[in-house]
């Protein structure tokens, strides 16, 4: 059961408002260029430290994922291996963010456990070397550790600071979970994209090379991304399953919010150049 505490840590999730595949490395990985966004939809962590070393996650995620492979608890791990921290800590997680959807949920989360607990242990590591344990954890997660909106290139890890317009979004939520792993995978994946200089990128046409080939392998994704391209100009964010459109007011999304058929679902979001995680540490 989750006993909230009074105050907690928020984990936004982010949007990819337009994802380029580059190429592909000798590890696997693949060359991107992207631009990620906050929105102001999140997940939420508390912390109690104790004195002793262990670690305990209570979470309303069910048995989704097996403690040893929490993102959460595998941060909060990396941070005491590598800081050399012999305190422990409680963790509460209030999971909202839909799972594998593209908008980096469990990135977000190991991000907002390694902030939360460098403060609390006095671990006093600095943003660049959390940013640098983070990557170990996963592509997603530095970008979250720094909170600011970014360009992105390399694997998602090497960040300029960018300030795209904070659009009012409408996300929708096909009902089939995307692995992020199984799309770069894909022989069908266009890998080719050529590099281009962030000026033009900035104000190019914004696209996402996944969705295609996301589409064709999910009909779902296909179909509900038809449907709101009748109301906004409208994307998939990261490997999907996750389709966004875009609108200048809240109460524009809102009504197309409305109209949604019954068999899916959504919400609405404003996008943030500044995450909500960043506005929290801002505060201590
Ligand atoms: C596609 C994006 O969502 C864009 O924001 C991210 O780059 C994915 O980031 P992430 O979920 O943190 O990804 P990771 O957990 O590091 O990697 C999941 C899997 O995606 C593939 N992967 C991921 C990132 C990348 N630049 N190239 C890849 O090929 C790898 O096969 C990896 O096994
Ligand atoms: N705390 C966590 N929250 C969500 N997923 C987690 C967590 N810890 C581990 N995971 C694993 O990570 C996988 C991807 O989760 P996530 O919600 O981050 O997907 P995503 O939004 O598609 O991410 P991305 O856009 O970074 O690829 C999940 O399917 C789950 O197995």
Same mark, same amino acid.
């Given at each position: *059961?989750?006993?909230?505490?009074?105050?907690?840590?928020?984990?936004?999730?982010k949007l990819n408002l337009f994802l380029?595949?580059?190429?592909?490395?000798?590890?696997? @990985?693949?060359?991107?260029?992207t631009l990620f966004q906050?929105?102001?939809?999140?997940? @939420?962590?508390?912390?109690? +430290?104790?004195?002793?070393?262990?670690?305990?996650?209570?979470?309303? =995620?069910?048995?989704?994922?097996?403690?040893?492979?929490?993102?959460?608890?595998?941060?909060?791990?990396?941070?005491?291996?590598? &800081?050399?921290?012999?305190?422990?800590?409680?963790?509460?997680?209030?999971?909202?963010?839909? =799972?594998?959807?593209g908008?980096g949920?469990?990135?977000?989360?190991?991000?907002?456990?390694?902030?939360?607990?460098?403060?609390?242990?006095?671990?006093? %590591?600095?943003?660049?070397?959390? *940013?640098?344990?983070?990557?170990?954890?996963?592509?997603?997660?530095?970008?979250?550790?720094?909170?600011?909106?970014?360009?992105?290139?390399?694997?998602?890890?090497?960040?300029?600071?960018?300030?795209? #317009?904070? @659009?009012?979004?409408?996300?929708?939520?096909?009902?089939?979970?995307?692995?992020?792993?199984?799309?770069?995978?894909?022989?069908?994946?266009?890998?080719?994209?050529?590099? %281009?200089?962030?000026?033009?990128? *900035?104000?190019?046409?914004?696209?996402n090379?996944?969705? &295609?080939?996301?589409? #064709?392998?999910?009909?779902?994704?296909?179909?509900?991304? %038809?449907?709101? %391209?009748?109301?906004?100009?409208?994307r998939m964010t990261g490997?999907?399953?996750?389709?966004?459109?875009?609108?200048?007011?809240?109460?524009?999304?809102?009504? +197309?919010?409305?109209?949604?058929?019954?068999? =899916?679902?959504?919400?609405?979001?404003?996008?943030?150049?500044?995450?909500?995680?960043?506005?929290?540490?801002?505060?201590?």
């Amino acid at each position: *059961m989750i006993n909230k505490l009074s105050q907690g840590w928020p984990a936004p999730a982010k949007l990819n408002l337009f994802l380029h595949v580059n190429g592909r490395r000798a590890d696997g @990985y693949h060359e991107l260029q992207t631009l990620f966004q906050f929105i102001d939809y999140c997940d @939420y962590l508390d912390f109690k +430290v104790t004195d002793t070393s262990p670690l305990k996650l209570h979470s309303n =995620m069910g048995n989704a994922v097996a403690d040893s492979d929490n993102l959460i608890l595998r941060a909060a791990k990396l941070l005491k291996q590598i &800081s050399g921290c012999d305190k422990g800590a409680e963790i509460w997680l209030d999971k909202r963010l839909p =799972m594998g959807g593209g908008i980096g949920g469990g990135s977000s989360d190991a991000a907002t456990t390694l902030v939360a607990l460098n403060h609390l242990w006095g671990t006093q %590591l600095s943003k660049q070397k959390l *940013m640098e344990i983070g990557l170990q954890l996963g592509a997603d997660v530095p970008v979250f550790i720094n909170g600011l909106a970014a360009f992105a290139e390399g694997v998602g890890e090497e960040l300029q600071p960018a300030s795209p #317009k904070e @659009y009012w979004y409408l996300v929708l939520i096909p009902n089939v979970h995307v692995s992020t792993a199984e799309i770069f995978q894909d022989p069908e994946l266009p890998r080719d994209t050529p590099k %281009l200089d962030i000026a033009s990128l *900035m104000n190019g046409s914004w696209q996402n090379d996944c969705q &295609s080939l996301v589409a #064709k392998r999910h009909p779902q994704v296909a179909k509900t991304l %038809l449907w709101l %391209l009748e109301y906004a100009p409208s994307r998939m964010t990261g490997t999907g399953a996750c389709v966004f459109g875009e609108f200048e007011q809240q109460q524009q999304a809102l009504d +197309v919010l409305a109209k949604l058929p019954s068999d =899916m679902t959504g919400f609405v979001a404003k996008g943030a150049n500044t995450s909500s995680l960043e506005l929290r540490l801002a505060q201590l």
